[in-house]
């Protein structure tokens, strides 16, 4: 529409009614294609780039820093390699090692354009302490503020000149105006480069023409050339620096989003030969469902119907996040069969040989448990389908025990989120951000309760009721103990990765400011809701409205929330380890740690971090034992 407040300029998005400008989504997906090419070319070359696929991005990020202006600070690794490159003409089209530095300007910048309906405010704050000033100054007009009053000043017909400052001055008191003088005198310089807002656009686009066409690289987009309609009037102030926030949202002047590593990963499609059995149009993470054995005999005793229904009781017996890498497993076997020309015959069932060799093969460039996991999802797939498993278990039990001593050395232990990690971060946290609020009591509940991170956030899976831990699945309740009586809040956790019945995790009072009692009713009470069964137990209010607080939102917060006490990063089990440790530290029982964790086994015992403050007081206390008895 002619005068729709939201509008396309020069490659960037205009929102005049909010004052705000973003990427369009054309050049957000463009410019993270170009990351993920690189990232492609540099994992078949030896982690090494070319100089055009860098200086195509470093250009692509520059044009983004007008949206992202933090961006400017991410950009070192690729200037160093174009710099270098420039320095020695031999080395413009050689393939080369850019260094850690560029690794991670492409992870911050993958990380930030992967934000979606990001827009950057160019609304000024309100100045402060400042009785008469200039707050708006475009072609059309001036504008200029007293206390509450407003003075405008028609210079459209004047547009060709610099407005009159004695124009101005007589439109205002007296007593202000040799004050104003000066800087009247000082803004209505027609050099000033920021007299007008689309002036300095229209600079910058001009700038970022001339860097092309001096690189003599193609435009990664056509940018056609507009007249430049008169400016409208604005109220920004030019000596306001430009603030940056989220077009929704709870806004809060806080140190700028960091871009965090979640250890998450989009891996790329395994390329399988379609079949009639393995359609290639299903999800990836189906393939374990839908794919069945080209030679399958049906059965003698049953139905095709009643077959079926068998099989999908079956499947209904599996977690999701189990047939997902059940999948991923089937998909690896049937591509490894296609690299090797293995016939249909030799699938389904699977030859024992070919499953060794398929393993072997694998050894040494992945874990002992990931090959395991293969092995165990192709045996589910043949259980599945009703196939008998050939594989002699003496001898794959023996392959893959040779799989787990040759793996590749394992990546360090993931940080553990401790109570004294909780009680250094909190003080940093804006409480009166509901989502930074949200995410604290996430977090302390998560380490006081050892929770996983996705019993108690929303993961890509969406909110469910049935699965998701809502506001009415806690109760509170006083329990008397010895006299004394305890505050306890109750989470119900409807389902788990184990328990399909789903378990119960109590929570008491801690000392502060890591109290998960106190954080989730401060939480509660600040986002109430209206329908408590169908509002995620940690939902926040953002724009009038109850959002859930996802896994991707929980990590990046309290990872921005971290830096700025410069604490270390965690990631999503971090809680748990944490958890485990911090309450082994403070003299609970292994037996009972193990209850209140819900672990059936010793696993439990992989996630104990700082074992000399855990064994220490144990091992004291028999040694001063021993000595009293002696």
């Given at each position: 529409a002619p005068w729709a407040s939201i509008f396309r300029y020069a490659g960037i998005n205009y929102n005049i009614a909010t004052r705000e400008v973003s990427l369009p989504e054309s050049k957000r997906t463009k410019y993270l294609q170009t990351i993920a090419d690189i990232r492609e070319k540099a994992k078949a070359n030896q982690s090494r780039y070319q100089l055009p696929d860098i200086e195509r991005l470093h250009g692509q990020c520059q044009w983004a820093e007008n949206i992202h202006t933090q961006g400017k600070w991410h950009v070192k690794g690729l200037q160093d390699f174009i710099r270098a490159a420039n320095d020695q003409p031999a080395l413009r089209h050689q393939w080369r090692y850019g260094g850690e530095r560029i690794r991670q300007d492409m992870d911050w910048w993958e990380a930030t354009?992967?934000?979606?309906?990001?827009?950057?405010?160019?609304?000024?704050?309100?100045?402060?302490?400042?009785?008469?000033?200039?707050?708006?100054?475009?072609?059309?007009?001036?504008?200029?503020?007293?206390?509450?009053?407003?003075?405008?000043?028609?210079?459209?017909?004047?547009?060709?000149?610099?407005?009159?400052?004695?124009?101005?001055?007589?439109?205002?008191?007296r007593l202000p105006v040799p004050t104003m003088d000066p800087e009247l005198h000082r803004w209505f310089k027609p050099t000033n480069p920021i007299q007008d807002t689309s002036e300095r656009w229209r600079s910058l686009l001009k700038d970022w023409k001339e860097k092309q066409l001096a690189k003599n690289q193609p435009r990664t987009e056509e940018i056609r050339a507009t007249t430049p309609q008169p400016a409208r009037p604005t109220v920004l102030n030019p000596t306001q620096p430009l603030a940056t926030k989220q077009a929704t949202g709870f806004h809060f002047t806080a140190p700028p989003k960091r871009s965090v590593n979640t250890r998450r990963f989009n891996p790329k499609k395994i390329q399988v030969r379609p079949t009639s059995n393995r359609p290639d149009d299903i999800k990836a993470d189906e393939r374990f469902a839908t794919w069945k054995p080209a030679n399958r005999t049906p059965s003698q005793s049953t139905s095709k119907v009643q077959d079926e229904q068998v099989r999908q009781l079956i499947l209904s017996s599996f977690a999701k996040s189990t047939k997902k890498g059940y999948s991923t497993a089937v998909a690896q076997w049937n591509r490894f069969c296609d690299e090797h020309n293995v016939e249909e015959s030799k699938r389904a069932p699977a030859d024992p040989e070919l499953v060794e060799l398929w393993i072997a093969e694998a050894a040494g460039e992945k874990s002992g448990g990931y090959l395991s996991d293969w092995a165990s999802a192709l045996h589910a797939w043949h259980?599945?389908?009703?196939?008998?498993?050939?594989?002699?278990?003496?001898?794959?039990?023996?392959?893959?025990?040779?799989?787990?001593?040759?793996?590749?050395?394992?990546?360090?232990?993931?940080?553990?989120?401790?109570?004294?990690?909780?009680?250094?971060?909190?003080?940093?946290?804006?409480?009166?951000?509901?989502?930074?609020?949200?995410?604290?009591?996430?977090?302390?509940?998560?380490?006081?309760?050892?929770?996983?991170?996705?019993?108690?956030?929303?993961?890509?899976?969406?909110?469910?009721?049935?699965?998701?831990?809502?506001?009415?699945?806690?109760?509170?309740?006083?329990?008397?103990?010895?006299?004394?009586?305890?505050?306890?809040?109750?989470?119900?956790?409807?389902?788990?990765?184990?328990?399909?019945?789903?378990?119960?995790?109590?929570?008491?009072?801690?000392?502060?400011?890591?109290?998960?009692?106190?954080?989730?009713?401060?939480?509660?009470?600040?986002?109430?809701?209206?329908?408590?069964?169908?509002?995620?137990?940690?939902?926040?209010?953002?724009?009038?409205?109850?959002?859930?607080?996802?896994?991707?939102?929980?990590?990046?917060?309290?990872?921005?929330?971290?830096?700025?006490?410069?604490?270390?990063?965690?990631?999503?089990?971090?809680?748990?380890?944490?958890?485990?440790?911090?309450?082994?530290?403070?003299?609970?029982?292994?037996?009972?740690?193990?209850?209140?964790?819900?672990?059936?086994?010793?696993?439990?015992?992989?996630?104990?971090?700082?074992?000399?403050?855990?064994?220490?007081?144990?091992?004291?206390?028999?040694?001063?034992?021993?000595?009293?008895?002696?």
């Amino acid at each position: 529409a002619p005068w729709a407040s939201i509008f396309r300029y020069a490659g960037i998005n205009y929102n005049i009614a909010t004052r705000e400008v973003s990427l369009p989504e054309s050049k957000r997906t463009k410019y993270l294609q170009t990351i993920a090419d690189i990232r492609e070319k540099a994992k078949a070359n030896q982690s090494r780039y070319q100089l055009p696929d860098i200086e195509r991005l470093h250009g692509q990020c520059q044009w983004a820093e007008n949206i992202h202006t933090q961006g400017k600070w991410h950009v070192k690794g690729l200037q160093d390699f174009i710099r270098a490159a420039n320095d020695q003409p031999a080395l413009r089209h050689q393939w080369r090692y850019g260094g850690e530095r560029i690794r991670q300007d492409m992870d911050w910048w993958e990380a930030t354009l992967q934000q979606e309906n990001f827009w950057r405010s160019f609304d000024p704050t309100p100045a402060k302490d400042v009785q008469c000033y200039c707050d708006g100054s475009t072609s059309f007009e001036v504008r200029a503020r007293l206390s509450i009053r407003l003075v405008w000043v028609d210079t459209h017909s004047q547009k060709a000149d610099p407005p009159s400052r004695g124009k101005v001055s007589s439109s205002l008191p007296r007593l202000p105006v040799p004050t104003m003088d000066p800087e009247l005198h000082r803004w209505f310089k027609p050099t000033n480069p920021i007299q007008d807002t689309s002036e300095r656009w229209r600079s910058l686009l001009k700038d970022w023409k001339e860097k092309q066409l001096a690189k003599n690289q193609p435009r990664t987009e056509e940018i056609r050339a507009t007249t430049p309609q008169p400016a409208r009037p604005t109220v920004l102030n030019p000596t306001q620096p430009l603030a940056t926030k989220q077009a929704t949202g709870f806004h809060f002047t806080a140190p700028p989003k960091r871009s965090v590593n979640t250890r998450r990963f989009n891996p790329k499609k395994i390329q399988v030969r379609p079949t009639s059995n393995r359609p290639d149009d299903i999800k990836a993470d189906e393939r374990f469902a839908t794919w069945k054995p080209a030679n399958r005999t049906p059965s003698q005793s049953t139905s095709k119907v009643q077959d079926e229904q068998v099989r999908q009781l079956i499947l209904s017996s599996f977690a999701k996040s189990t047939k997902k890498g059940y999948s991923t497993a089937v998909a690896q076997w049937n591509r490894f069969c296609d690299e090797h020309n293995v016939e249909e015959s030799k699938r389904a069932p699977a030859d024992p040989e070919l499953v060794e060799l398929w393993i072997a093969e694998a050894a040494g460039e992945k874990s002992g448990g990931y090959l395991s996991d293969w092995a165990s999802a192709l045996h589910a797939w043949h259980t599945l389908n009703n196939l008998p498993w050939l594989p002699d278990p003496k001898r794959l039990k023996l392959v893959k025990r040779g799989a787990k001593y040759t793996q590749p050395p394992p990546k360090p232990p993931r940080a553990p989120m401790t109570s004294d990690w909780l009680n250094k971060v909190i003080p940093a946290a804006n409480l009166n951000d509901p989502k930074e609020l949200a995410t604290m009591a996430a977090a302390t509940c998560g380490v006081w309760g050892l929770f996983r991170l996705a019993e108690l956030v929303i993961g890509d899976e969406g909110f469910d009721p049935v699965r998701s831990v809502t506001r009415a699945d806690v109760k509170t309740e006083i329990i008397d103990s010895q006299g004394k009586q305890i505050l306890a809040i109750t989470v119900r956790i409807p389902r788990t990765k184990v328990n399909r019945q789903g378990e119960s995790v109590v929570l008491v009072n801690q000392p502060p400011p890591s109290d998960p009692v106190g954080l989730l009713t401060l939480h509660t009470l600040r986002n109430p809701s209206s329908n408590p069964a169908q509002t995620p137990l940690f939902a926040y209010r953002e724009e009038q409205q109850l959002v859930p607080l996802t896994r991707q939102e929980f990590l990046t917060t309290i990872a921005d929330i971290a830096h700025r006490v410069g604490a270390v990063e965690i990631h999503g089990h971090s809680m748990r380890i944490g958890g485990c440790t911090t309450l082994l530290k403070k003299g609970m029982p292994p037996d009972r740690v193990m209850v209140h964790g819900r672990w059936d086994s010793n696993t439990w015992k992989r996630y104990v971090r700082e074992h000399a403050e855990v064994l220490a007081p144990y091992l004291a206390t028999e040694l001063q034992a021993t000595q009293d008895r002696s």
